[in-house]
């Protein structure tokens, strides 16, 4: 049996409160079938590729075209019906911030705020999430800032894995194109995707793995932080591991 994508890429108060609490990441094919889900046939699909994805360390500068590109990769998340999410949405999320970061935050989905706006991280969780890059010495203009799924799961639930699937080439050719020096995984879903393990968030934060030559940081979704408001060690935790991505960018 043909392996998938997923398969593949496993083998293979502010800014001054937040420091001061925590002590201081195609392939065009036209195919349509609407019982699934599927675009109807005279939209592009993405899809993966079968072989093994080549490192993005050492490549050139970014380009003209790479830049037109993901324009079109926004144009084609906001018409996408590749999974059922694209039922219930108001807005789909493809991302915003700089097209050439080399810093990119990857959450979860969108929220409530981010469906309705059809932006990333605007909600309680967003606002937490810019104080800690404004903290790291970051505008907000300088990094990118999106989700493993571009479309609202309903309810606020955690995607299923067809639709992260589904969803998961335009993310990879967002990564492609941006090449960012960092990625942050923020939570255990793409912590998840990227970096798959049995071990929990407390574990595997604070430690940088790698995809395709690129290093990545797992560390708590800022949505935690508020569910565990008044735990300072959650807070120190979060700000350290963004201090060895401020170090390695030198933003220290």
């Known amino acids: 049996m043909k392996k998938n994508a997923a398969d593949i890429w496993e083998d293979l108060k502010g800014q001054v409160d937040f420091l001061s609490e925590a002590g201081a990441g195609f392939v065009l094919k ?7 889900g599927g675009p109807p046939p005279e939209s592009p699909r993405l899809e993966a ?3 093994p994805l080549p490192s993005l360390a050492g490549l050139p500068a970014q380009t003209a075209a790479e830049r037109k590109a993901l324009e079109e ?3 084609q ?3 996408c019906r590749l999974c059922p999410l694209h039922r219930l949405r108001t807005k789909a999320v493809p991302g ?11 959450g979860e989905g969108p929220g409530r705020d981010e469906d309705a706006q059809g932006r990333p991280f605007v909600g309680r969780a967003g606002q937490l999430l810019r104080k800690i890059i404004a903290a790291m010495k970051f505008h907000e203009d300088e990094v990118y ?21 589904a969803c998961s080439p335009y993310l990879i050719r ?18 998840d995707w990227f970096l ?13 793995g790698d995809y395709r030559g690129i290093p990545v940081m797992p560390t708590f979704h800022p949505s935690y932080l508020i569910r565990n408001e008044g735990n300072r060690e959650i807070k120190r935790m979060v700000w350290d591991d963004m201090q060895k991505v401020m170090a390695l960018l030198g933003r220290k």
Request: charged share 30%.
């Open 77 to 79: 998340v906001l018409v």
């Open 73 to 75: 990769i926004d144009k």
């Open 145 to 165: 800032i999106t989700n493993m799924v571009k479309c609202r799961p309903p309810d606020n639930r955690i995607p299923h894995r067809e639709e992260e699937e």
């Open 96 to 106: 915003e911030g700089s097209r050439s970061a080399e810093l990119m935050f990857i």
């Open 49 to 51: 590729t079968a072989s």
């Open 174 to 191: 967002q990564i492609e194109l941006i090449r960012p020096r960092v990625i942050v995984l923020l939570g255990k879903t793409p912590t």
């Open 196 to 208: 798959p393990s049995r071990q929990g968030m407390t574990s595997r934060r604070g430690h940088f």
């Open 30 to 36: 036209t195919e349509g079938n609407a019982d699934r």
